[in-house]
């Protein structure tokens, strides 16, 4: 069996440069000719994107707090499987996760869970003697951690360096250096409102990746990362075996890349930049449950195909395209129609915002939707809501029956406004947010559409993909 190796990058915290140095560790191994298979811990979808472009091979996310331990191992060795190496984007601090006292939803946990050592990253800046210090923290925080290295960010200089690497042979000296970059930053990534820009808006240039990968070619020590991901002490027993990871099983994990055979329902999807915020699961859950996917632009004038049995509209900034939503008259009176019709239709926030009677901008311009919701939408200068969400099914709906227990997380700089009053209208959700938030209804039913603030991952309850297949199944039925 040809060997692997993989490791997981981590950071002190948000902003210390850990998604630019994933990028650059992605790019100089993908240069060197292997596969590499990109992860992302947590509920991000714009970093995947990026992976993606990077490696050209699908980026995943992995969850410790929506799915489980069996789900993400399964999941992770399934794709190794297809690849030479895998490279794990950790989220926030390498502690952070749901809460401050479990480890769930943190990269540490997922570490341990994957048995994958931690290549650190520290913005050393304003730092000398100091960052051993911080790095003695993190070692010692847990134990059962294990730890390939640091990389030091945003150093001054090969004097600097030398400080920083005295430090760490005095006080960490289980912890090699593998390299610092210095305070330059040719290939920063364009920033908004909602963070970085989607990998769906921009493309990135040979150019660019070869400068993200001469970046750590130059500053950082590549063959003693795999050096030191290779002599893992972990990995002893499967290492003897040929095998670079822990036995996993797939049975459990609900994502069996298995699909049926014969002709699917088709869903169709709108893809594209105002529309490109989805869980890869998702898909390949509504593929195993008898899915056929169509994807189609409402940004490029396109509508879903007319043989379409259902409709799934992901989240991201349809703000920005607001404009260019609305004068796609087609696509909005198509929306209605289906409705009309009882085609199921499932929105997550975008296209929520999609759905209801209009969406005002930061610059003051209001502009009309679908009209399905009975209210509109409003941009804010600051975030609304973000965080760790779980779902509880209080009414049947799509996705499932009284009493489903789903998650996700929500992230929005939007609000609910000139709500009217409907009947017609129910909540079909019981959101249980973060602590010290009240329990509240959410997930609003009209018709035969539901729609969402909250993006779900399905991998957390797969039932709810095969309930949506099932629902489209019974609406094609009912109209042919």
Same mark, same amino acid.
């Given at each position: 069996?040809?060997?692997?190796?993989?490791?997981?990058?981590?950071?002190?915290?948000?902003?210390?440069?850990?998604?630019?140095?994933?990028?650059?560790?992605?790019?100089?191994?993908?240069?060197?000719?292997?596969?590499?298979?990109?992860?992302?811990?947590?509920?991000?979808?714009?970093?995947?994107?990026?992976?993606?472009?990077?490696?050209?091979?699908?980026?995943?996310?992995?969850?410790?707090?929506?799915?489980?331990?069996?789900?993400?191992?399964?999941?992770?060795?399934?794709?190794?499987?297809?690849?030479?190496?895998?490279?794990?984007?950790?989220?926030?601090?390498?502690?952070?996760?749901?809460?401050?006292?479990?480890?769930?939803?943190?990269?540490?946990?997922?570490?341990?869970?994957?048995?994958?050592?931690?290549?650190?990253?520290?913005?050393?800046?304003?730092? *000398? %003697?100091? &960052? !051993?210090?911080?790095? $003695?923290?993190?070692?010692? @925080?847990?134990?059962?951690?294990?730890?390939?290295?640091? #990389?030091?960010?945003?150093?001054?200089?090969?004097?600097?360096?030398?400080?920083?690497?005295?430090?760490?042979?005095?006080?960490?000296?289980?912890?090699?250096?593998?390299?610092?970059?210095?305070?330059?930053?040719?290939?920063?990534?364009?920033?908004?409102?909602?963070?970085?820009?989607?990998?769906?808006?921009?493309?990135?240039?040979?150019?660019?990746?070869?400068?993200?990968?001469?970046?750590?070619?130059?500053?950082?020590?590549?063959?003693?990362?795999?050096?030191?991901?290779?002599?893992?002490?972990?990995?002893?027993?499967?290492?003897?075996?040929?095998?670079?990871?822990?036995?996993?099983?797939?049975?459990?994990?609900?994502?069996?890349?298995?699909?049926?055979?014969?002709?699917?329902?088709?869903?169709?999807? *709108? %893809?594209? &930049? !105002?529309?490109?915020? $989805?869980?890869?699961?998702? @898909?390949?859950?509504?593929?195993?449950?008898?899915?056929? #996917?169509?994807?189609?632009?409402?940004?490029?004038?396109?509508?879903?195909?007319?043989?379409?049995?259902?409709?799934?509209?992901?989240?991201?900034?349809?703000?920005?395209?607001?404009?260019?939503?609305?004068?796609?008259?087609?696509?909005?009176?198509?929306?209605?129609?289906?409705?009309?019709?009882?085609?199921?239709?499932?929105?997550?926030?975008?296209?929520?915002?999609?759905?209801?009677?209009?969406?005002?901008?930061?610059?003051?311009?209001?502009?009309?939707?679908?009209?399905?919701?009975?209210?509109?939408?409003?941009?804010?200068?600051?975030?609304?809501?973000?965080?760790?969400?779980?779902?509880?099914?209080?009414?049947?709906?799509?996705?499932?029956?009284?009493?489903?227990?789903?998650?996700?997380?929500?992230?929005?700089?939007?609000?609910?406004?000139?709500?009217?009053?409907?009947?017609?209208?129910?909540?079909?959700?019981?959101?249980?947010?973060?602590?010290?938030?009240?329990?509240?209804?959410?997930?609003?039913?009209?018709?035969?559409?539901?729609?969402?603030?909250?993006?779900?991952?399905?991998?957390?309850?797969?039932?709810?993909?095969?309930?949506?297949?099932?629902?489209?199944?019974?609406?094609?039925?009912?109209?042919?």
């Amino acid at each position: 069996m040809t060997k692997k190796f993989a490791f997981l990058v981590g950071g002190t915290h948000s902003g210390c440069g850990k998604t630019t140095i994933a990028l650059a560790l992605m790019a100089v191994f993908k240069a060197r000719g292997l596969r590499v298979q990109p992860f992302k811990v947590g509920p991000d979808f714009i970093d995947p994107g990026f992976h993606t472009q990077i490696t050209g091979m699908e980026s995943r996310n992995l969850d410790g707090w929506m799915l489980s331990r069996d789900y993400n191992r399964a999941l992770f060795g399934r794709l190794l499987e297809h690849a030479d190496m895998a490279i794990v984007e950790g989220v926030m601090g390498l502690f952070d996760g749901y809460d401050g006292i479990t480890e769930s939803g943190s990269s540490a946990e997922m570490a341990k869970w994957l048995r994958l050592p931690v290549v650190l990253v520290v913005d050393a800046r304003s730092m *000398a %003697r100091s &960052a !051993a210090a911080l790095v $003695y923290g993190f070692r010692h @925080f847990d134990p059962g951690l294990r730890f390939a290295g640091v #990389i030091f960010n945003q150093i001054g200089g090969e004097g600097h360096l030398s400080y920083l690497k005295e430090a760490m042979s005095v006080r960490v000296p289980e912890i090699p250096v593998l390299g610092g970059i210095p305070r330059e930053d040719p290939i920063r990534i364009p920033e908004r409102h909602l963070g970085l820009v989607t990998a769906d808006e921009i493309t990135l240039g040979l150019e660019w990746k070869k400068n993200l990968a001469g970046l750590v070619e130059r500053y950082v020590d590549l063959d003693m990362i795999q050096q030191r991901v290779d002599r893992q002490e972990d990995c002893e027993k499967e290492r003897a075996r040929g095998n670079r990871l822990p036995p996993l099983r797939t049975k459990e994990s609900g994502i069996s890349p298995l699909r049926r055979k014969g002709k699917g329902v088709p869903i169709a999807v *709108a %893809r594209d &930049a !105002a529309f490109c915020f $989805y869980y890869s699961d998702n @898909f390949e859950l509504l593929r195993k449950a008898g899915a056929d #996917i169509h994807f189609f632009s409402p940004v490029a004038g396109e509508s879903f195909p007319v043989d379409a049995a259902g409709l799934y509209l992901g989240g991201v900034y349809p703000e920005l395209y607001a404009a260019k939503l609305f004068s796609q008259e087609g696509f909005l009176a198509a929306i209605q129609g289906a409705v009309f019709r009882g085609m199921p239709v499932y929105a997550e926030c975008g296209g929520l915002m999609v759905l209801s009677r209009f969406i005002d901008t930061l610059d003051g311009n209001r502009y009309p939707m679908a009209g399905i919701l009975p209210f509109g939408t409003r941009m804010l200068q600051r975030r609304k809501a973000l965080g760790y969400t779980e779902v509880v099914l209080q009414a049947g709906c799509l996705l499932g029956k009284n009493g489903l227990v789903m998650r996700g997380h929500e992230f929005h700089y939007s609000e609910l406004v000139e709500e009217e009053t409907n009947p017609a209208l129910t909540f079909s959700y019981r959101i249980h947010g973060r602590k010290f938030a009240n329990d509240r209804p959410e997930g609003y039913t009209v018709g035969s559409a539901l729609a969402s603030y909250v993006h779900l991952h399905w991998g957390s309850a797969p039932e709810a993909a095969a309930n949506l297949v099932t629902r489209c199944r019974e609406y094609r039925a009912r109209v042919k």
